[in-house]
């Protein structure tokens, strides 16, 4: 869980800036009602990074940065690098990953506003059409490059300063931890559109490139230093960067890349931007990309980001680009809404309060929502940020933050049921008691194994009903088992050094996909043994004894 350090007088000018609401005294008070846990009010140090113009801010326990998190520079070796760039007042928050929409001081003062009644409802971020375009590379949707999705943006009428510039790589770094799992599934880069070639039909190329193809100037170093242009490979090897994020790319034997109608590298995503487009306080229009593994995911991400720019920049124009896909072309930004159905009373059971239509219908145009009521059921249209409404059940959530948790009145149950185990677990725990009496031994394998380990050792045909994992954490764990067996035959595999007979068996979970339920996937309980034992000790009775009809069907 992150700590945010949020500047003090930028949330409060921007929540502000129609009225005076709040000052500093009534924000530790606002913001634990908003459900936000604050460490302290406290006063930083900005030191800012001459290298890459990052800025980080520093409590003074915490002293001054050793090295660059954004382009490695070490401050030790270079103390020139380095510099104070003023005090501010700060908010440190423990941040939530499901909110990255509020990591931001733009994206936490559109909530805040909302949530303090001054200006509620789905807030419109006009895009404009699209004027430039981005060719994607078949190739990245194969296994030797596997990065197909883009997601990017044009930003018009930029006007950065030390605050703005801050706030973008600090946002920048903490959509990638939230958002992008320290960069695996999603990546951001943000470019000066001044330094690129755009001109052309389709001036941009997200394209694969061999490990030794080319050669760019990664951020940080400075162009026509010696050992400055690097090649894709290289910059893995020898960039601080590229050895932090090398294992993202570890397995490919081609890498992504961003290039402009000239051929010029701008980016090599996940890992590093070129020195070539570096962003400084004299850009004045930016071209933003996001890649990953999932649409889904880089859209989320493009969104937070542009439209925490937005509020902080209110004369920011955005404009859409044209991702052309093999499959066809998209357009994105898209702040499209996702829209809902929320059933009023459902809501006040949950919450335990009586909540008219009107009732609910305002508290979640307090929490950012545009709402439209059909009688006892609203149509909820969720604002193309937020990134943690996935079932209605988070929309009432959101309702009980807007009335306020102490508003609830705590009650005794009026019966008292006491609990008891699951039909289920007392069969399973029946079927251990009988082959424990019958002298098995109980082991429990893992549940998540690949298609190797579940089938192809045993020579066993792969089942299509087999749940896969969609970005597995590694090349073991691909798939959800469906058969206790193959972990019990592995069991003996690694234990047959040891003395005989050996006696194993497990109770456990095995799961299908299955599009008719609503997790798509079904879970079955079974139960497993297996013995190995000496040739002489082997009989017809011992393995019928160990399948009997008597054993419960858990």
Same mark, same amino acid.
């Given at each position: 869980m992150p700590v945010i350090n949020m500047p003090l007088d930028l949330l409060l000018r921007l929540?502000?800036? +129609?009225? &005076?609401?709040?000052?500093?005294?009534?924000?530790?008070?606002t913001l634990h009602d908003m459900g936000i846990e604050l460490d302290e009010l406290t006063s930083t140090t900005a030191f800012t990074c001459r290298v890459c113009s990052n800025v980080m801010d520093r409590t003074e326990a915490q002293g001054e940065p050793l090295h660059c998190a954004k382009c490695g520079v070490e401050f030790r070796d270079r103390p020139d690098a380095l510099v104070k760039s003023g005090s501010h007042r700060v908010a440190r928050l423990d941040m939530l990953a499901v909110r990255p929409d509020i990591f931001d001081a733009g994206g936490m003062a559109r909530y805040m506003r909302g949530f303090l009644g001054i200006r509620t409802g789905l807030i419109d971020y006009p895009v404009l059409p699209a004027k430039l375009s981005v060719r994607v590379d078949p190739r990245l949707s194969r296994d030797a490059s596997y990065r197909p999705a883009i997601a990017c943006a044009v930003l018009r009428n930029v006007r950065f300063?030390?605050?703005?510039?801050?706030?973008?790589?600090?946002?920048?770094? +903490?959509?990638?931890?939230?958002?992008?799992? +320290?960069?695996?599934?999603? &990546?951001?880069?943000?470019?000066?559109? +001044?330094?690129?070639?755009?001109?052309?039909?389709?001036?941009?190329?997200?394209?694969?490139?061999?490990?030794d193809e080319l050669r760019f100037v990664p951020l940080g170093y400075a162009e026509g230093d010696a050992g400055a242009s690097m090649t894709p490979r290289e910059v893995l090897q020898k960039h601080k960067t590229g050895r932090a994020y090398a294992h993202l790319l570890a397995k490919f034997s081609e890498y992504p890349l961003l290039t402009d109608a000239d051929g010029k590298v701008m980016s090599m995503p996940p890992i590093i931007n070129s020195e070539a487009t570096r962003v400084t306080l004299a850009t004045r229009q930016c071209f933003v990309d996001v890649t990953g593994l999932a649409q889904r995911t880089v859209d989320r991400a493009l969104n937070i980001l542009v439209a925490g720019l937005k509020e902080v920049m209110p004369e920011l124009q955005i404009e859409g680009v044209k991702v052309e896909y093999e499959r066809g072309p998209v357009v994105t930004p898209n702040f499209a809404t996702t829209e809902m159905a929320l059933d009023a009373s459902l809501a006040s059971d949950t919450i335990g309060i009586q909540l008219s239509v009107g009732e609910l219908s305002g508290l979640l145009e307090r929490m950012g929502h545009g709402v439209t009521a059909n009688g006892a059921e609203l149509r909820v249209r969720v604002p193309a940020w937020r990134n943690d409404i996935l079932h209605p059940i988070d929309l009432i959530e959101d309702a009980a933050v807007a009335l306020g948790y102490e508003k609830l009145s705590p009650v005794i149950l009026p019966a008292y049921a006491p609990g008891r185990p699951r039909a289920l677990e007392e069969r399973s725990a029946v079927a251990r008691r009988v082959m424990v009496g019958l002298g098995f031994h109980q082991v429990m394998t893992l549940v998540l194994l690949n298609e190797d380990a579940a089938f192809s050792r045993w020579n066993l045909p792969v089942d299509p009903c087999a749940v896969r994992i969609e970005h597995p954490i590694s090349s073991e764990q691909t798939i959800a088992r469906v058969s206790l067996l193959p972990g019990l035959l592995h069991t003996l595999s690694i234990n047959k050094q040891y003395e005989l007979p050996q006696r194993i068996f497990e109770v456990g979970d095995v799961s299908f996909a299955d599009a008719g339920v609503e997790t798509g996937a079904r879970e079955q309980r079974r139960v497993a043994a297996a013995s190995m034992l000496l040739l002489a000790s082997s009989s017809f009775f011992l393995v019928r004894a160990s399948t009997s009809p008597n054993l419960p069907n858990a």
């Open positions: 929540v502000n800036a +129609d009225r &005076s609401v709040i000052d500093e005294s009534r924000v530790p008070q300063d030390d605050e703005r510039i801050k706030l973008l790589m600090n946002l920048q770094e +903490d959509l990638h931890w939230a958002l992008g799992r +320290d960069r695996k599934l999603a &990546s951001i880069g943000v470019y000066d559109l +001044d330094k690129v070639n755009a001109a052309g039909a389709a001036p941009f190329a997200y394209r694969a490139v061999g490990p």
